[in-house]
């Protein structure tokens, strides 16, 4: 499984031909409590740097951004009733959108964990 980042703190875990798109780590402590996220309909195609989902907390609203292009296969159902999942499991449980992709090669363009970190520790 390979897993990518954008400069708009969004990961994609890719498996076979699908990617499943949350926001990192670095992003949900950049948010604060997570109150709320709006997430697309299965069925939807979304193209790289399109936006595909809303994440609200006490501070802010935030566009999430689909890394690359594809169409929605799942959304993560329990984030309704527990958007608090984001900020306890960012990159693991608090998961956004399943996208199959229309695109492998997008990947390329994104960030690996190493290149990730650094970006991040240039931004504090």
Not at 58 to 73: C, H, L, R, T
Not at 88 to 93: I, L, R, S
Not at 108 to 124: I, Q
């Amino acid at each position: 499984m390979t897993t990518r980042y954008t400069k708009d703190h969004e990961w994609i875990s890719v498996d076979g031909d699908v990617g499943t798109i949350g926001i990192t780590d670095y992003a949900q402590q950049q948010l604060g409590d997570v109150v709320f996220v709006e997430l697309p309909e299965v069925g939807r195609s979304v193209a790289q740097g399109d936006e595909a989902g809303v994440v609200e907390s006490v501070k802010a609203a935030s566009e999430i951004y689909a890394p690359v292009a594809g169409e929605v296969v799942e959304v993560n159902e329990g984030l309704a009733d527990a958007p608090a999942t984001v900020n306890e499991d960012a990159e693991g449980k608090g998961w956004f959108v399943k996208l199959r992709l229309s695109d492998a090669g997008q990947l390329d363009s994104l960030m690996d964990a190493a290149a990730y970190k650094s970006f991040c520790e240039g931004l504090d």
